[in-house]
């Protein structure tokens, strides 16, 4: 399994709210807390697909 590598959140935002993502490394998730989105992690790649995040 891929780690994420956290440098990446400096550059990155949630694509519906455009707001910062926090990194959830016990769920392996990117949270977004404007848009009650957590976005998965998968081989350390960020799918950062409205259609694929969980509903927080």
């Known amino acids: ?3 994420f590598d956290t440098s990446l959140l400096q550059f990155i ?3 519906v709210s455009r ?3 926090r990194y959830d ?3 392996q998730e990117l949270i977004s807390a404007s848009a009650k989105l957590a ?3 998968r ?3 960020p799918i950062l697909l409205e259609e694929e995040a969980r509903a927080l």
């Open 1 to 3: 399994m891929s780690t």
């Open 13 to 15: 935002v949630c694509p």
């Open 25 to 27: 490394a016990e769920k």
């Open 43 to 45: 081989d350390g790649i």
């Open 19 to 21: 707001d910062t993502l």
């Open 39 to 41: 976005y998965p992690i």
